[in-house]
């Protein structure tokens, strides 16, 4: 992986400006050194009193502007383009969704930046990605404490910064409940940064949070998915305290797994959930996580949209998407940002974090996509617990269904019923809640309850939020005419 800026070249350093021909004189400058470098300018002397106002004008002459090519304008810098890890297939301006993080991105730094280390090749998860980032931060940040190290032992005695006596300073600081401040320090013991690793020793990292007593911890099931099948999985706090881990049940079309602590100590404090139902568009979020390997960070922002149908996936060709109606913040998320929660003002958890929008670019020179740009989706909370408390008693996940096969292309009239189901399968399932209601193939459905349906990943993600028996009013069109019918939803078990 590349570390440098790749054709963009640093400008040089701009020539001294010349001197303004009519400039009254000057002091002596000193002269140039033996090594060539250009004499300083000499400045103009500042005029000792300004001119008289021509008779008549009670306000005197307007000053006049400095000649706009001084001082010259500093050179330009190459754009930073940090490292993502979306789905390079998914430009800007995409209709829905986001994938999560993808390998083989280039890694680019700031010009004059050290080279790091190379990370290990990695299997395309998303959590993977993530943790390859966690190996070269790691030594940047090893870098980063020399050097504080280095300047510390080689600081003048002449300084005269001026410290904070010990009786004041941030430690006397009073914070009332309900700031972040307040919050963080909260909800921060109960989450932890999870590390996944498969049989292959290739793995990745996210985050969790705590969900009861019992050591149980929530996140997301792209976070784990590298440690099913004989993985190894691990939780820290932030204390440091380390425990290993094993997954309880995870589902993948809702992209929520719980794991479980071996050995779980006493004195664990779940995390307060909220009711994402009640969540309005400007409340104020707080985003707790490990982006891009950096355990334990606060991040703020605000609700920036409800219901935003969400589908993503990990990029590979063998993956199957999953499906949310998401809260949209714009609190900054990125690679492992996956699992932690998203907390209200209060300190409530409304939901967790699972996927970003990415431009399409990261900055000049770059070829890979760029991190958050204020575009994060979060599994609602609401759906989780339903989801959690499944997997705990069972194992397995149980979803929501209306019986009938729907396009999946983007579109915005609605999510069509197709001629014919996977496998050749029936489009509408004998038997089913769709052909109880009197749905057909071609059917194009526009409406559940009072969500517009524009597709059929917003139909399927609408559906999840909803339980199996629940009752919708669906609205439909079938040659021209709207029709209306209601659907008690049936239920389907697992994954597959």
């Known amino acids: 992986m590349s570390t440098e800026n790749e054709g963009n070249p640093v400008p040089p350093a701009p020539s001294a400006p010349p001197v303004p021909p009519s400039s009254p004189a000057a002091p002596p400058q000193a002269a140039a050194s033996d090594g060539g470098e250009a004499p300083t300018a000499p400045i103009p002397p500042t005029p000792q009193s300004a001119p008289a106002a021509p008779a008549g004008d009670p306000y005197g002459t307007a000053p006049q502007a400095p000649d706009s090519a001084w001082p010259p304008p500093a050179p330009a810098t190459p754009a930073y383009a940090p490292p993502s890890y979306a789905d390079p297939g998914a430009g800007a301006g995409a209709a829905w969704g986001s994938t999560y993080d993808q390998q083989h991105q280039q890694y680019q730094q700031q010009p004059f930046q ?5 990370p290990k090749k990695g299997s395309g998860r998303g959590g993977l990605i993530a943790a390859v980032l966690v190996a070269a931060l790691v030594a940047g940040g090893l870098g980063g404490g020399l050097g504080y190290t280095l300047a510390k032992n080689n600081d003048d005695s002449g300084s005269t910064t001026i410290s904070a006596s010990s009786s004041g300073g941030a430690t006397q600081v009073k914070r009332a409940a309900g700031t972040i401040a307040a919050v963080a320090q909260n909800a921060l013991p109960s989450t932890v940064t999870i590390e996944s690793e498969g049989t292959n020793g290739e793995g990745g990292t996210g985050t969790g949070f705590v969900f009861d007593k019992q050591g149980h911890i929530i996140t997301n099931n792209h976070v784990v998915a590298d440690s099913l099948d004989g993985g190894k999985l691990t939780a820290t706090f932030p204390d440091g305290k380390k425990y290993d ?28 959930l909220g009711d994402s139902d009640k969540v309005a568009v400007g409340d104020e979020t707080i985003a707790i996580g490990a982006p891009f390997g950096l355990s334990n960070t606060v991040t703020t922002g605000i609700i920036s949209a409800k219901n935003r149908p969400v589908a993503s996936s990990d990029g590979s060709s063998t993956s199957k998407a999953s499906y ?6 714009d609190a900054s998320i990125n690679p492992g940002n996956s699992g932690g ?6 300190g409530a958890v409304i939901g967790i974090n699972s996927a970003i929008q990415s431009a399409s670019s990261g900055g000049l020179g770059s070829t890979g996509q760029s991190g958050s740009i204020g575009l994060g989706f979060a599994i609602p909370i609401n759906q989780a617990k339903y989801v959690a408390q499944q997997l705990i008693k069972t194992g397995k996940p149980v979803y929501a269904k209306i019986g009938a096969s729907v396009s999946l292309e983007d579109g915005t009239s609605g999510a069509q019923i197709t001629d014919s189901g996977s496998g050749g399968s029936a489009a509408v ?13 071609g059917d194009v459905i526009t409406k559940l309850d009072d969500t517009v349906i524009d597709s059929g990943p917003t139909l399927i993600g609408e559906i999840w939020t909803h339980k199996p028996g629940d009752k919708v009013e669906i609205t439909y069109k079938r ?3 709207e029709h209306t019918t209601t659907v008690t939803l049936g239920s389907r078990v697992g994954d597959n």
């Open 114 to 118: 050290q080279p790091q280390p190379a």
């Open 245 to 272: 881990a094993e997954v309880v049940g995870h589902a993948q079309g809702y992209d929520v797994a719980v794991i479980k602590l071996k050995n779980p100590p006493s004195d664990l404090k779940p995390l307060a």
């Open 324 to 329: 949310m109606s998401a809260l949209q913040t």
């Open 341 to 346: 929660p998203l907390l209200d003002a209060s």
């Open 429 to 441: 399932e004998s038997g089913g809640p769709a052909e109880k209601a009197g749905l057909k193939p």
């Open 479 to 481: 040659g021209g005419s």
